[in-house]
Nanobody
Framework: QVRLVESGGGSVQAGGSLRLSCAASGYTSGSGNMGWFRQVPGKEREGVAA???????TYAYFVMGRFAISRDNAKNTLYLQMNSLKPEDTAMYYC?????????????????WGQGTQVTVSS
């Protein structure tokens, strides 16, 4: 059974940084695509960043240059380093994993989801 557990969320002032972690069990990091998504109440979930099994990465335009996705296969953990945070980055952030070999910011490309971790950025 695959389980993804996010951590590292919290409250921060604009311009600050946070690092999210996603610990995977029952799933081998590096075996397929992994990604981070976010959702605000009343809005659709949106892709933030993704990484493929060759460590290729892609980012949504609104986080380009500020966020960085990475993973440690030895620890079976996915990370999202978030810098220069803005109030509009406030959302619940979700970790996702799948068996595809391509990069994707579409939630249809992922099979497994974590419960989410809240990020709140104040101005």
């Amino acid at each position: 059974q695959v389980r993804l557990v996010e951590s590292g969320g919290g409250s921060v002032q604009a311009g600050g940084s946070l690092r999210l972690s996603c610990a995977a069990s029952g799933y081998t990091s590096g075996s397929g695509n992994m990604g981070w998504f976010r959702q605000v109440p009343g809005k659709e979930r949106e892709g933030v960043a993704a990484i493929d099994r060759d460590d290729g990465t892609t980012y949504a335009y609104f986080v380009m240059g500020r966020f960085a996705i990475s993973r440690d296969n030895a620890k079976n953990t996915l990370y999202l380093q978030m810098n220069s945070l803005k109030p509009e980055d406030t959302a619940m952030y979700y970790c996702a994993a799948g068996s595809r070999i391509w990069l994707s910011l579409s939630d249809r490309s992922y099979d497994y989801w974590g419960q989410g971790t809240q990020v709140t950025v104040s101005s």
